[in-house]
Every structure is written in C-alpha cells, then in structure tokens.
C-alpha cells in the first residue's frame, strides 16, 4: 500500500490534485444539468469550439482561458439564440456553431498565425503543469455553478422534466437557459489546462451520467457526481503517473470504464439480481490492477552510474557515445517523435528531478522542456547545446516557436563536433573521475563525425549542383543544405516547426514552383504523416519514394537509428532524389 501511495508524494501530483477536486464541483455539478437538459453534445462542443479563441491567445499573447471564455461566449450566445424558439433543437443548434467556430480557427492557424505547443496542450490538457491561476478559474467556475443552482435549479429541473409543463407554467424565459449553457461552457474553460478542451467531457458529463444509473433524487444524484468526479480525477492521476500516460486520457478513459461497469452492473441486477457478483468481480480486477501496479513498477538500484536527462533523440544518441558506461542516459523523446508536438509525461519528471546533468536542444525546440524542469525541482546543470554551436542560421520570426536561431543545427556535422565538445565538458565537471574516459570517447566519436562529413561531401560532388533541388515536408534541412550546396525549393509545411498548417494557397505554389524547377524528388520525413507529401509527388509528377530523418532518428535496426545512420541515410536518399535512383552514398567506416 505504501508503493501504491507514493505517486501523491509528488508535488505536480499534489497540484493536480487540487485541481481535479477544486473542479470536480463545477463539473460533477453541472453534469448533472447538463445529463438532465440533453446538454451531452453542446459540452463537449463548447470546449472544442474554443478552438479559434486558443489559437488568437497564442498568437497574440494573451491570457489563454480568457481567449477561450470570449470563444464559448460567443458559442452559448450562438447557441441560444438558435434555439430559441424550439429548446429541442439544441444539437443541431450547436453542431452549426461548432462547425463554424472550427471553421474561423482552421483558418487562424493555418494563415494567420500557428497552432503551436500552447493550443495542443489545452486541447488535450495536462495535469503536470497546474498554476494557480487555473486552480482559480476552476474555483469561480464551481462557485457560479453553485449560485446558478440555488437560484434557477427548480427552472432547470422543471424544463428538464417536461418541457410542456413548464412552459404551462409560466416558465417561458430563455435567461435561465442561457445561464445554464454559459456555466456549462465556464466550467469546460476552467478543465482546459486540467483535462483539455477534447477531453472535457470526461469530468463534465461521464461522472452525472454513471451516477444518473444509480440515483433517482436530484441532489443525491449531484452530490454523487461531484464525489465521483474527484475520484476519477484522483485515481487517473495516479494512473497516470504508474502507466506514464497523459492525464487528461487517463481520466477520460478511467471514466469511460467507471461508466461501463456500473451499467453493465444494474442491467445485471435488472435481470439476474446478482448484485453482489457483479460488485466482487469489479472488487477483484481493481485489487488485480493495484497488485500489478505495485509489484511491476519498482525503480532500478542505483549503479553509481552518472544520471543523466537528454531531451531529443539526436542528443540521446551523442550523450551515451561520450558517456559511454559511465553514464545513465534517460532520453525523453523516443524514435520517430515530433518534439515540436510532445507532451511531458509523468516519467520525464522523475527522471529529471534524480538528474545530474540535463541537456537541450535549444532555439525553442524542446521548449516544453522548461515545464517539466520547474515540476521536478532539484538543480541539475541544464546544458543548451544550441547555445555551443558555431554556425547558425535564422530561425522563426514569428509563431509560437519563435527563436533567433533554426533549431535543427545537428545536421551540420560542425556543429556536432562542438556539441560533442560541450557535452565531453559537462559529463566531467559532473563526474571529474570519469574525465579520461569521457575525453577518449569524445575523441574517438569526433573521428567519425569528421568521416561523415567528408563522405556526404564526397558523395554530392557527384551531383551536378543545378540538380541538387530539395523540397520537403517542413523546413528542417536548412543546415544540411548550406553545407552541402542543396538549394531548398520550399517546404510542404513552410515552417521550421511542424505545427504550421499548410493552406491551400501555400501547397498550389509550391506544386508550381516544382513543375517550374522539374523537381525530380519530393522527401517526405519519416516523423510526420507522408499523404500531403506524396500527394503532392503525384501531382508534379515527382517521387516521394525516399525518407528523410529530419526531427527525430529512427527506430533500432532502422538506417537512421543512430545520428550518423540518419545523417548517411539522409545523404543516399538525396543523392539518389536527385539523379532518378541512379546514383546513391556509401559511408563505409562508420
């Protein structure tokens, strides 16, 4: 029991915590509204229509829940005055105005500004970065439910009822309607950075509707919601923590399950009266799962080793060939993950709160990695290698990854050597013992950076430069390109980072530019989804038969499982781009 308690031992679990219970009233409360008013649809809709409100804040930098409450104001007023005339109308009221609310925010981030780290989290949510400020949107939210409840709850519950009647009686006015669809949507604003805006309805809707099955009374009922929705937050949290998943999907899914077995329990009661079996058999998978949870996750005896946290897969890949043995290497980004979309999990803050020594990529590519530095506290040295390297070009004047510098500086080997270098430096201030050891692997891995390099020399000197055309799916090669004398004809994401959005009008003159140039190749990377760039291939009538590894290296056994397997890997499949397959570029020695 003693191991299973010890996740809420954590600070960021501690803060999620207070956020889930804080906002299980709101929640549990107005779930059981909006159970009984059919409401189910219009609350999931009124998070995810905050959509162009989230996109506006980032890009603007505002407040992000005050972007999203301007957003679901205007979709509950939509809403409402839709619906006016005929209550019953609510879901075709709200599907018009979601589809319009996603509309506007589609076309914000793909031509105006960029959906960026800011917006992904808040569509999905994340437990692991709670402020105060949004332990305080959540505690307005559930004292405004509460007021709204003493005050118009027996309207509520009268049109809940029966609509007719109430109308008969006199209760005719669309206010305490459109009080209710505004809690509704200031509650799903409070869940954004807790559960996420997709995600919502986990905490909004499932916990009424499993507590509907089992009470009859209106306010046992909503008392039983609130208590189920912090339960489920609190256990999905712990959930979280054990299995290394998302919050906000744990939850979901965790509530999800909840709901299941209760229905599955009182259909069985309906009809077999086996109550009890039902309830054993739950009993016993729960005690099963906390068994497994307990036992499986035991944490590794310390082998005196120095532990170390790298954020990317490129990093992790330099850090154990300068390490080597003397070094425990924790690499957060796992083979073929888009770092510009990650989302810390639970893990990343254990294992850099025990860290000696953290190294990031720098320029704002692994930007979330700040977040997960403050969560895990401790003072491990934090190493930005971009700030190491020699030869930088421009980055993103604008978006949410803006930076001075383009991020993707590893694939100029030159500045691999001096990130080898910083890393050989810091590994032995960490560990002055091991300094040896550390300067004799660096030296022997330098050998081999310097190899690379002159073999992709080498290889496109073969390549008659007015063929050395490049196009691929984001902007991720500008390195690459300058060092090797590659012109960049464009990019199917025209951005450094992969959270731009592409627009018709971008992808019509790229496909010009390339029938112009007579384009021979389209690269698409092995990171991002393929279909725009093959697409795009088909309608010029390029190939897209040859990856690229531009953001993250490939899984084991694949070319680009190690930084010199991508780099080699990246140099024969532009090679063979370039002249029709009728060239490649063999590195041996490697």
Not at 325 to 333: E, F, S
């Amino acid at each position: 029991m003693r191991r299973v308690l010890e996740p809420f031992d954590l600070p960021f679990v501690q803060r999620g915590l207070l956020e889930v219970g804080v906002l299980a009233i709101g929640a549990g409360l107005v779930g059981t509204w909006i159970v009984l008013r059919g409401l189910a649809f219009y609350s999931h809709a009124v998070g995810t229509a905050a959509f162009p409100g989230l996109v506006l804040a980032d890009g603007l930098g505002f407040s992000a829940h005050l972007g999203a409450a301007a957003t679901a104001a205007v979709v509950a007023a939509g809403v409402g005055w839709l619906a006016r005339r005929d209550r019953d109308r609510y879901d075709s009221s709200t599907a018009l105005v979601l589809v319009a609310a996603l509309a506007v925010g589609v076309i914000l981030a793909s031509d105006v500004f960029h959906s960026g780290a800011d917006v992904e989290n808040l569509l999905f949510g994340s437990l692991l970065v709670i402020g105060p400020s949004d332990v305080l949107w959540a505690a307005g939210a559930g004292v405004a439910v509460i007021a709204g409840t003493l005050l118009l709850g027996h309207r509520w519950t009268v049109a809940g009822f029966d609509p007719t009647s109430a109308r008969a009686l006199g209760v005719r006015s669309a206010l305490p309607d459109a009080a209710l669809l505004a809690l509704v949507a200031l509650v799903a604003i409070a869940a954004l950075s807790a559960i996420g805006a997709l995600l919502a309805t986990a905490l909004l809707v499932v916990p009424a509707a499993t507590t509907r099955l089992v009470f009859s009374r209106l306010r046992p009922w909503q008392l039983a919601s609130v208590a189920l929705a912090a339960l489920e937050g609190a256990i999905g949290l712990w959930i979280s923590v054990e299995a290394n998943a998302p919050p906000g999907a744990a939850i979901a899914v965790l509530s999800a399950a909840v709901f299941v077995v209760v229905a599955g329990g009182r259909a069985l009661l309906a009809t077999r009266r086996a109550a009890a079996p039902a309830a054993a058999a739950a009993a016993a998978v729960l005690a099963l799962a906390l068994l497994v949870a307990g036992c499986g996750a035991s944490g590794s005896s310390d082998d005196g080793r120095l532990s170390v946290v790298a954020t990317t897969t490129q990093l992790g890949d330099l850090v154990r060939n300068v390490g080597g043995h003397a070094v425990d290497v924790t690499q957060i980004l796992r083979p073929n993950t888009d770092p510009h979309e990650y989302e810390p999990r639970p893990s990343d803050v254990l294992d850099t709160a025990g860290a000696k020594v953290v190294f990031e990529n720098g320029d704002g590519l692994d930007g979330w990695m700040a977040k997960v530095l403050d969560e895990a506290g401790g003072s491990p040295t934090v190493v930005d290698l971009g700030a190491h390297v020699p030869d930088r070009l421009p980055g993103e004047a604008s978006g949410p990854e803006a930076s001075r510098y383009d991020p993707h500086w590893w694939h100029d080997p030159r500045n691999v050597e001096a990130a080898v270098g910083a890393i050989r430096d810091a590994l032995s201030r960490a560990d002055p013992a091991q300094k040896g050891r550390f300067a004799r692997n660096a030296a022997a891995y330098l050998a081999r950076v310097r190899r690379l390099d002159a073999g992709i020399r080498a290889c496109f000197a073969t390549v008659p430069p007015a063929q050395r055309k490049l196009v691929t799916d984001h902007d991720a090669f500008g390195y690459f390109a300058r060092r090797y004398g590659v012109q960049v004809i464009g990019a199917v994401i025209p951005s450094q980072t992969t959270q731009a959005q592409p627009s018709a009008g971008d992808i019509a003159k790229l496909s010009a530019l390339i029938q112009r140039e007579r384009v021979k190749a389209v690269f698409p990377e092995t990171s991002i989804n393929q279909k725009l760039a093959q697409a795009l291939a088909r309608q010029t009538g390029a190939t897209a038969h040859y990856d690229l590894y531009g953001d993250t290296l490939g899984p084991a056994g694949s070319p680009g499982a190690s930084y010199l397997g991508m780099e080699r890997a990246n140099a024969n499949a532009m090679v063979r781009g370039f002249t029709g397959g009728r060239q490649g570029c063999t590195i041996p020695g490697l």
